[in-house]
C-alpha cells in the first residue's frame, strides 16, 4: 500500500513498506499504513486512557491545569511530528512512539517507578521503559488473536529507549535479533526513535518550568539569576515585547525556547546526515553514534536547566515529601497483593511469576485507583482532595499522614484482615463488585 506521506520521505527514513513487521503475521490495513495502525491501536488501548489519571510531576489532584502523563505525551508527539517532518522522517511512527513511550509509568511518577523498583530488586527490578513495552507486547487485552498490540518493529524499537545489559539479553532470548539486540551490539535506532527521545527531552524541560512556577515552587527570578539560558530568553522576549509581563512573559520565553531547540535539533541533524550516504532505516541503525542530536551549546543549556529542575523542582523539599508518602502507598499494594493475590483481578492471579503480576497491576494503575485501592486494602484516607488550591493552602502537597512507621512495616494496619500479622485474614476471597460490572476507572484491564 502506497500512502502520500510516503512519498516525500528521505531515503533514511523509516518506511512501512519495509517494516521489520509484526511478532504475529497479520494481513495489511486497507486505507492505513502500518505505522498508523499502531498509533490506532495505541491511541484505542486502556493504558493511553490511563495515562490521564497519572503524575508526570505534580500529583493529579492537585491541580487541573498540571501536565499528566498524557498530556505530556500529546506534547512530545506534537514536537516529533514538527520536527519528522522537516526532516522528512515518518510522521505517523514518531506519533506512534511518542503517545506510547509514557505507558508503561507507574502511578505517582517516579517515586512510583523508584518504589515498585525497590519492591521488584530480588525480582527483576522494574523499569518504565521495559514495562511500556510489556504493555504493548502482552497485557493489553484487546485483540482475539494475540495478547498487547502486536506493534511493528519500529515502534516497539522506539518505545523501548532504554534497557540494561541483563534485560536486553533476556529480550534476546525471547525474540533473536529483535529490539533487545541493538543494547548489545551498541548500534543505533531509527532516527524516528531518536527524534523521539529528544522531543521527551524538549517537552519535559519546558513544560516542567510552567508546572513548576505555577505551583508557586519555582519563581520566575529564582529562573532568571540561576539559569542563564532562561535570562536570555526571557530579555529576548522582553526585546520583541517591551511591555509584556507576568504569566504571558513566562509563557512567551518558554515558546521561543521550544522553537529554538526544535530549530536547532534539526539544524544539527541536517548537518551531520549531509555528508553520509545513508540510503535506509537500516544504514541508519548500522550508524556508531546517534545523528539526532542538539548542538553542543543546545545540549550544555538543556543539561544545566535539567541540573537546576533537579536541584529545584524535583527534589523540592514539598515534592520530596509527597513523594515519600506515594512510595508508601506503592509499597503498601505491592505487600497486600503479594500477601493475597485474591484482592486482584482474576486475570493477575496464579500466575507463575507472582511478584511481577503484582508489579503489573500496580504499575497499570491510575494515581487515583492507586489511592482507593490503598484506602480499601488499608483502611486509611492517603490523598486529600484540593483541586486548583493554592499549594500553600494544601498541607503536604496533597498526601496526607494518618499512621505509625511500625503500621507500615506489615504495609497494613496490623488489626486489617488483609495483614499478615492477622490470624483470621482474608475473610474477602474477592474485590468488591464493580456496580457497572465493569472494571473501576483505572483499574488494569
Ligand atoms: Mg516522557
Known amino acids: 500500500m502506497t500512502d502520500f506521506y510516503d512519498s516525500?520521505?528521505?531515503?533514511?527514513?523509516?518506511?512501512?513498506?519495509?517494516?521489520?513487521?509484526?511478532?504475529?503475521?497479520?494481513?495489511?490495513?486497507?486505507?492505513?499504513?502500518?505505522?498508523?495502525?499502531?498509533?490506532?491501536?495505541?491511541?484505542?488501548?486502556?493504558?493511553?486512557?490511563?495515562?490521564?489519571?497519572?503524575?508526570?510531576?505534580?500529583?493529579?489532584?492537585?491541580?487541573?491545569?498540571?501536565?499528566?502523563?498524557?498530556?505530556?505525551?500529546?506534547?512530545?508527539?506534537?514536537?516529533?511530528?514538527?520536527?519528522?517532518?522537516?526532516?522528512?522522517?515518518?510522521?505517523?511512527?514518531?506519533?506512534?512512539?511518542?503517545?506510547?513511550?509514557?505507558?508503561?509509568h507507574t502511578p505517582f511518577g517516579h517515586a512510583g517507578q523508584d518504589a515498585l523498583n525497590q519492591c521488584?530488586?530480588?525480582?527483576?527490578?522494574?523499569?518504565?521503559?521495559?514495562?511500556?513495552?510489556?504493555?504493548?507486547?502482552?497485557?493489553?487485552?484487546?485483540?482475539?488473536?494475540?495478547?498487547?498490540?502486536?506493534?511493528?518493529?519500529?515502534?516497539?524499537?522506539?518505545?523501548?529507549?532504554?534497557?540494561?545489559?541483563?534485560?536486553?539479553?533476556?529480550?534476546?532470548?525471547?525474540?533473536?535479533?529483535?529490539?533487545g539486540a541493538r543494547f548489545i551490539d551498541r548500534t543505533?535506532?531509527?532516527?524516528?526513535?531518536?527524534?523521539?527521545?529528544?522531543?521527551?527531552?524538549?517537552?519535559?524541560?519546558?513544560?516542567?518550568?510552567?508546572?513548576?512556577?505555577?505551583?508557586?515552587?519555582?519563581?520566575?527570578?529564582?529562573?532568571?539569576?540561576?539559569?542563564?539560558?532562561?535570562?536570555?530568553?526571557?530579555?529576548?522576549?522582553?526585546?520583541?515585547?517591551?511591555?509584556?509581563?507576568?504569566?504571558?512573559?513566562?509563557?512567551?520565553t518558554i515558546r521561543l525556547m521550544l522553537s529554538e531547540q526544535v530549530y536547532d535539533v534539526m539544524e544539527t541533524t541536517r548537518a551531520a546526515l549531509a555528508p553520509l550516504e545513508l540510503h535506509s532505516a537500516s544504514d541508519v541503525r548500522a550508524c556508531p553514534h546517534a545523528l539526532v542530536t542538539f548542538s553542543v551549546p543546545m545540549q550544555e543549556a538543556s543539561s544545566a536547566l535539567k541540573q537546576f529542575l533537579s536541584a529545584n523542582l524535583y527534589r523540592h523539599p514539598r515534592v520530596l515529601h509527597t513523594t515519600e508518602q506515594a512510595k508508601e502507598i506503592i509499597k503498601d499494594l505491592f505487600l497486600a497483593y503479594l500477601h493475597t493475590p485474591s484482592e486482584m483481578p482474576e486475570s493477575f492471579r496464579g500466575r507463575h511469576d507472582r511478584e511481577r503480576s503484582v508489579a503489573d497491576y500496580i504499575a497499570g494503575m491510575t494515581d487515583r485507583f492507586a489511592a482507593k485501592e490503598h484506602q480499601r486494602l488499608s483502611g486509611w484516607s492517603a490523598l486529600q482532595q484540593g483541586a486548583d488550591l493554592p499549594l500553600d493552602h494544601q498541607p503536604g502537597l496533597g498526601l496526607g499522614r494518618a499512621r505509625g512507621d511500625k503500621e507500615l512495616l506489615s504495609g497494613l494496619q496490623p488489626?486489617?484482615?488483609?495483614?499478615?500479622?492477622?490470624?483470621?485474614?482474608n475473610p474477602r476471597a474477592n474485590p468488591p463488585p464493580h456496580p457497572s460490572g465493569e472494571p473501576p476507572f483505572g483499574e488494569p484491564t
Open 415 to 425: 488489626n486489617h484482615p488483609l495483614s499478615p500479622s492477622n490470624p483470621t485474614s
Open 8 to 104: 516525500g520521505l528521505a531515503p533514511f527514513a523509516s518506511d512501512p513498506l519495509h517494516s521489520h513487521g509484526r511478532i504475529i503475521l497479520e494481513q495489511p490495513a486497507p486505507t492505513r499504513n502500518d505505522f498508523q495502525r499502531d498509533r490506532d491501536r495505541i491511541v484505542h488501548s486502556s493504558a493511553f486512557r490511563r495515562l490521564v489519571y497519572k503524575t508526570q510531576v505534580f500529583l493529579n489532584h492537585e491541580g487541573d491545569l498540571f501536565r499528566t502523563r498524557l498530556t505530556h505525551s500529546l506534547e512530545v508527539a506534537q514536537l516529533a511530528r514538527s520536527m519528522a517532518r522537516g526532516l522528512a522522517l515518518h510522521e505517523d511512527l514518531v506519533e506512534a512512539i511518542a503517545l506510547a513511550h509514557d505507558l508503561g
Open 188 to 252: 543505533q535506532p531509527s532516527l524516528e526513535a531518536q527524534l523521539c527521545n529528544l522531543a521527551d527531552e524538549i517537552a519535559y524541560n519546558a513544560h516542567d518550568i510552567d508546572d513548576g512556577v505555577r505551583s508557586g515552587l519555582l519563581s520566575i527570578e529564582q529562573l532568571r539569576e540561576s539559569v542563564p539560558w532562561f535570562e536570555h530568553y526571557c530579555r529576548k522576549t522582553l526585546a520583541l515585547y517591551p511591555s509584556i509581563q507576568g504569566r504571558r512573559w513566562l509563557f512567551e
Open 120 to 179: 521488584m530488586l530480588e525480582h527483576g527490578g522494574f523499569e518504565h521503559n521495559l514495562q511500556s513495552l510489556r504493555v504493548v507486547d502482552f497485557l493489553e487485552e484487546r485483540y482475539a488473536l494475540f495478547d498487547g498490540l502486536n506493534l511493528t518493529f519500529e515502534t516497539r524499537e522506539g518505545i523501548l529507549k532504554h534497557c540494561g545489559l541483563a534485560q536486553a539479553r533476556e529480550l534476546q532470548a525471547r525474540e533473536p535479533g529483535g529490539v
